[in-house]
């Protein structure tokens, strides 16, 4: 398959398993769909299945299981520690391989509107499908769960779904589908049935509540195993890993008297966020993810197959191109936005040199040196902004991964954070000054330089202008992101004269 979409719905059952078979028979019924994983718990009373397929494939698989769920769950009888919403609770789409979260997100609003025509089961968007900024959160539209909205929808214009009418199926309630990045659903296990701790420490820790950043959680009693759990869902495991949230939570336990009985995870979870913990409990210094034999095998076997070998030329660039396409966060883009401005100063100076060995052009060789001059060390400073805006990158996250127990620490945290990105909004900020300077001294080349250049000159200028624009972009980013609006202000005041 060229294109591959994960979908891993969650339905309203966690303990008849001949149900949720069924539901998995219909989910697999069609072409290019195929199973990853399958969770059941009977304290939840929910299970998540994982599937992955085509992208022209996995909505309609969706709609199979959604309607075999809406055969085989009453919600009016279902009770269970986990909040639900609909028989089929949540379906997201998670694009995996030549999709776009976009496409994603295309393919949630098809299947939420065929879920409503098909079954006349009343539909909701989430996450980046959302049409309502309050409905980005799925906290926000099952707040009140099945029997809540069920009567809310009827007078609170506020409540109505996206697709289908104000009132609630009357078995299988309502479905929320969206489209998002990877999760990981991970939930730490009290030594204590203490329900009212577990809802505290959640609290503590979750990002709405002002605890760490992309953490949703959630106290329950699991009455089945005699303990309380801290259920979590970890929506970008770069900014808060699971060695944080298991370190804080351990913290908040212990602080009570309370040890920790296991953790686990729900569904499946990239070798990376494994690795991440790894190194964080180990401490190891100076890691690096090919220092594990299969990462460095994986790889080795990909070069080794590759179609077409890179050439001389492709070589020279094929380490950066691969690490900006791999799921790492940097270099990003304003490490490429760096690169571009850096490449089209390169590219002035070859321009400049071809010029300088022509004689017609002797009258112009005083400007074209000094255009020379000036290119080569705005290049060499372009070049350094790749990495200053990579290990700026890195600075923020460390930043917002500095723990919040007490008060003094959170203060602590919150400086870290804010002067961090104050510091990652003025590399790319630094280099849209490098691209404005080196676009003012192409331009006076322009009538200078001679024709069989004259489409390098214009890459130049095209190249340099992506990289200013994708600088100023990174800039905003960042200010958008501070509390000291003072100084944001101040720094959008000055990227007016970049722009």
């Known amino acids: 398959m060229e294109t591959l979409v994960e979908c891993v719905p969650n339905f309203s059952e966690g303990r008849d398993a001949s149900k949720v078979a069924a539901i998995i028979q219909a989910l697999l019924a069609g072409p290019d769909v195929y199973l990853l994983d399958q969770e059941m718990d009977a304290d939840h009373n929910r299970s998540v299945v994982t599937l992955v397929g085509a992208r022209e494939a996995i909505g309609e698989a969706a709609l199979r299981g959604i309607g075999k769920a809406a055969e085989l769950i009453d919600l009016n009888t279902h009770r269970g520690a986990h909040p639900r919403l609909g028989a089929t609770d949540v379906v997201p789409f998670v694009p995996i391989e030549g999709v776009t979260l976009d496409n994603c997100v295309s393919i949630a609003e098809w299947v939420a509107d065929e879920t409503w025509r098909r079954f006349r089961i009343p539909t909701y968007l989430y996450?980046?499908?959302?049409?309502?900024?309050?409905?980005?959160?799925?906290?926000?539209?099952?707040?009140?769960?099945?029997?809540?909205?069920r009567e809310e929808i009827k007078?609170?214009?506020?409540?109505?779904?996206?697709?289908?009418?104000?009132?609630?199926?009357?078995?299988?309630?309502?479905?929320?589908?969206?489209?998002?990045?990877?999760?990981?659903?991970?939930?730490?296990?009290?030594?204590?049935?203490?329900?009212?701790?577990?809802?505290?420490?959640?609290?503590?820790?979750?990002?709405?509540?002002?605890?760490?950043?992309?953490?949703?959680?959630?106290?329950?009693?699991?009455?089945?195993?005699?303990?309380?759990?801290?259920?979590?869902?970890?929506?970008?495991?770069?900014?808060?890993?699971?060695?944080?949230?298991?370190?804080?939570?351990?913290?908040?336990?212990?602080?009570?008297?309370?040890?920790?009985?296991?953790?686990?995870?729900?569904?499946?979870?990239?070798?990376?966020?494994?690795?991440?913990?790894a190194v964080h409990f180990l401490k190891i210094e100076h890691f690096r993810p090919d220092l594990i034999v299969e990462n460095r095998l994986s790889k080795v076997l990909s070069e080794a197959t590759r179609k077409e070998p890179a050439g001389p030329l492709a070589g020279l660039v094929e380490g950066f191109v691969g690490r900006v396409a791999s799921e790492s966060p940097t270099p990003g883009g304003g490490c490429v936005s760096a690169l571009a401005v850096a490449l089209g100063a390169a590219l002035g100076e070859m321009v400049c040199r071809i010029s300088l060995g022509r004689k017609s052009l002797a009258q112009h060789y005083p400007v074209i040196?000094?255009?020379?001059?000036?290119?080569?060390?705005?290049?060499?400073?372009?070049?350094?902004?790749?990495?200053?805006?990579?290990?700026?990158?890195?600075?923020?996250?460390?930043?917002?991964?500095?723990?919040?127990?007490?008060?003094?620490?959170?203060?602590?945290?919150?400086?870290?954070v804010e002067e961090a990105t104050k510091a990652a909004a003025l590399v790319p900020f630094t280099t849209a000054e490098h691209a404005s300077a080196t676009k003012k001294i192409l331009e006076s080349l322009r009538g200078i330089a001679?024709?069989?250049?004259?489409?390098?000159?214009?890459?130049?200028?095209?190249?340099?202008?992506?990289?200013?624009?994708g600088a100023v972009e990174n800039v905003r980013i960042n200010l958008a992101a501070l509390h000291d609006r003072a100084w944001a202000e101040e720094m959008e005041r000055r990227l007016e004269t970049v722009e």
């Not at 460390?398 to 620490?409: L, N």
């Open 450 to 469: 001679p024709s069989p250049v004259a489409s390098d000159l214009a890459v130049a200028l095209l190249v340099t202008e992506a990289g200013r624009r």
């Open 127 to 149: 996450e980046a499908a959302a049409r309502k900024p309050e409905r980005k959160n799925l906290e926000n539209i099952r707040r009140g769960q099945f029997e809540g909205v």
């Open 155 to 277: 007078t609170n214009p506020d409540r109505r779904p996206d697709f289908g009418e104000n009132a609630l199926h009357p078995t299988a309630g309502a479905t929320v589908v969206g489209a998002r990045k990877f999760l990981i659903a991970y939930n730490i296990n009290l030594n204590s049935p203490d329900g009212a701790l577990a809802k505290a420490i959640a609290k503590k820790i979750r990002a709405s509540s002002g605890g760490f950043p992309s953490v949703k959680a959630m106290g329950v009693e699991l009455k089945a195993q005699n303990c309380a759990q801290v259920s979590m869902n970890l929506t970008d495991f770069d900014a808060t890993s699971i060695g944080t949230v298991f370190d804080a939570v351990v913290r908040e336990a212990s602080a009570q008297g309370v040890e920790i009985r296991g953790s686990e995870i729900v569904g499946l979870v990239p070798r990376r966020a494994l690795e991440n913990a």
């Open 369 to 416: 040196d000094s255009a020379l001059a000036r290119l080569t060390r705005l290049r060499d400073e372009a070049l350094r902004g790749v990495d200053r805006d990579a290990e700026s990158f890195d600075r923020v996250l460390a930043a917002m991964k500095i723990p919040k127990a007490a008060p003094a620490a959170q203060d602590e945290r919150g400086r870290a």
